[in-house]
Each structure stands twice: as structure tokens, then as C-alpha cells.
């Protein structure tokens, strides 16, 4: 389907000539980050487009994600069409180490991943040439301007899933709108996390039939990975002690978190709480915010033991949460106490949790929205109302019950709209026939 705007702009090739003058510089930069990250030599050039590994027979679909987030999102996605497309092959990209570590634990079948290529002329043609993807699948916000016009000029039709746009992003867009229009006509499919967004698109020049209202991807995620082995380990050193979990902490938020410990620790003096920061890296500095709360610590990433002494473990680790999330059904998630858009309720929620939030947490306001309105979820804007809801949840039985009984139907809920996405995109991007695999694509 040709775009209405079919010509480049002159924003869209002051674009690419800028991003060629810039590439030596735009390598080295991603490439010391690669390196910091002990990422192999043969792995980092895949960022130029050298691809690690062959390309499978038959269809190929790939879906590229920003990072961890947007990357897990659509495992269970791409697990869901491989049921419904028996022969068809999966890659996905993404652009972190972090991201590629925790993608090739939890891999579906038929799935490999890759390192994007830079968004550069001979990087993203390497790319394509080797890949030749029948089908390219965009997460949330990852425009790539070169990269969406250069798969869109081989006739691989595209899809942007999951779309968001702040505000931002909006009026930048309208700006600018034969660009805007020029790059989103490259797009088949638009499946957007909210009605906002759909409105957003259409303002700034998606076309109208192609844009499709659904709801946030990783609200359908699979639960999180739970390691046995080191659940039981961590449960016998808790022993009865209730605990109470503060998830994907940001700078600023452990201080309300620990105060909010400390009063706690009044009505129950071995209560214990699991901290676990956003960023393992910041480790030190939460050590010594609980340490001049007056708290006892102990660190995940030493094997440090929890004794009865232990009144915050910090668990500073990646790969774990979901091991976390099985200790309590309490847990109150960061990124919401400061203006940081919050994170991904459906984790602890598929856990069994209860779930705690600040107000900032507008990257998943349509994802809280049910759980607010329920009761799986308790919005609490400062230490002393998160105080009191910890409380109650550890005092009444019946209330955290009905809490997680709320979590429950909601995660059921939004599974159910799963299949609907993969409708939508297998319509759209014209999937609904496998082909033969033996076929080269």
C-alpha cells in the first residue's frame, strides 16, 4: 500500500546525510558502551548491520524494541503468533545489553535475537540484505526514520505496536507534518497502548484506517521467571517475618521508602524489607540512605545473609524480580513518587500481588486505570499514606485478599485481549497464510 507523502522530505535528507557525516562518531560512542558491557567484538558489529547468525528458511517476522521493557513485552506476543503461524521464524532487536541478556533467557521458539543496526545507509542495508524480513514490527516509540523508510522501500509491510507519544513527541511532530506524514505512511498496522495515542497519530498524520485503539502490550506479558531453588533459599533465612517489597526504585524515592519503613517498624519490629533498586549500579548510594536511616542492610550481590538483625535487603541483582515478587504479596512499585512515568503493574500482579503506587505514573496510566478502579491497586503520594496502606495489607487479611483477588480478574482480563492483537496484526500485515518453509523468503 503506497504512503500518501511518498517523497523524502528535506528534513527526512538533511537526516540521512547528517546521520552518514556522523556514523564514525555514532560507532565509536555505541561501540565503548558495547564494550563497558563486556559485549563480544562479533556481537557489537551487528550494530553495523554483520549479522552473528544465518537467516533461517521460510517467513521471517522481526520485531524491534528499545530495551528491556518493550523487549519482554512481546515474548508472549511472539509466542502466540508462532502457535497460530506453525513454520513461521522470529527475530527480534533491541538495543541494550541488559535487553539481549534477559531476551536469550526467555527466547520462544523459533526466536533469535540480534543487535539493531545503526540507523546509517550501509548499516541498515547490511541488515535487511542478510535478513529479509517479511514483516518488521516497531515497539512503542523506536522510530527509525531511516530504517522504516529503507524496509518500506523493499515492500516489507510494517507495523508500529504498542504506540505512545508524549506530549513532547506531539508537537514536535506537528511541526513538521509532510516529515511526520511522510514517515508514518511507511506503517501498515498502528496498534496503540491508549485512545489518546490513536488521536495523537491521526493529529500529526497516520492514516485513519489504520489506526487501532488496544491497550498496553506488556499489561499481557508473560509472568516473570521464578528460580526455585533460590526462592527456597531466600525463604528459609526470612523464616515467618512478614515482608513488604519496594520495586524499581528511582534517586529520590528510596528516602520516602525507608521513612516509610522505619514507622512501620514500630508496630512490627521484624518486618523486613525487600528493596530493589532500578538500577543495580546505584547499590552503593542506597546502602548509605539505609544506612543513615538508621537501618540494618544486607546486599544481594555480595551473598550477603539475611539474619534477624536484617531489617533491608537490597536486592541489587538483574534477572530476579520475578523470584522477588513470589516472597510477598506487597509491593509497592517506583518510578511513581517522582515524575518518572512508573512502571509495568502486571508483573507483581501476575505474581499474586497487591500493588502500591505513587502518582507519577503516566506511561501506565491505562494500565493502573482498572487496578486503581478495583482495588488491586492503591495510589499514595507520600510516605505516610504508604505507611498506611503497608499496614493495612499486613494487618487485614481480608483486605489484601480482596486486593489480590482484584489483581487476578484484571490480569485475566487483559489477556483475553491478546488474541485480538495478534488478529489485528496478522490482517493487517497480511500473515494469515503460511507459507511454504521451504521457501528463502
Known sequence: MPARDARPTLIYKTYCVATSLLSPLIWRTVRNKLQAANVSPKRQRERL????????????????????????????????????????????TSGTPTSAALIEKRLPPRTRHQYPPLDTAGAVRRFLDHWRPDAGIFVESEIWPRLIVESSGRNIPLALLNARLSKKSVAGWKKRPKTARFILGKFQVFLTQNDQTASNLLSIGAPSDRVHPGTNLKSMSEPLPVDDAALTDIRTQVTDRPVWIASSTHEGEEEIVLASHTELLKRWPNLLLLLIPRHPERRHDVVALTTKAGLSCALRSKAQPITAQT???????????????????????????????????????????????????????ETFAPLIETGGAVETPSAAELTETVALWLSDENAITAAREATKSCVNTQKSALESVVDTLCSGLHLGTAPDPTSSG
Not at 60 to 68: D, N, Q
Open 311 to 365: 531489617q533491608v535487603y537490597i536486592a541489587d541483582t538483574l534477572g530476579e524480580l520475578g523470584t522477588w515478587y513470589a516472597l510477598s504479596p506487597i509491593v509497592f512499585l517506583g518510578g511513581s513518587l517522582k515524575e518518572i512515568g512508573g512502571h509495568n503493574p502486571f508483573e507483581p500482579a501476575q505474581a499474586g500481588a497487591a500493588v502500591i503506587t505513587g502518582p507519577g505514573y503516566f506511561n501506565f496510566a
Open 49 to 92: 548491520g554483520h549479522a552473528s547468525l544465518p537467516r533461517p528458511a521460510g517467513r521471517l517476522i522481526w520485531f524491534h524494541a528499545a530495551s528491556v521493557g518493550e523487549s519482554l513485552s512481546v515474548l508472549s506476543l511472539i509466542k502466540r503468533i508462532g502457535i497460530r503461524l506453525q513454520d513461521t521464524e522470529f527475530l527480534i
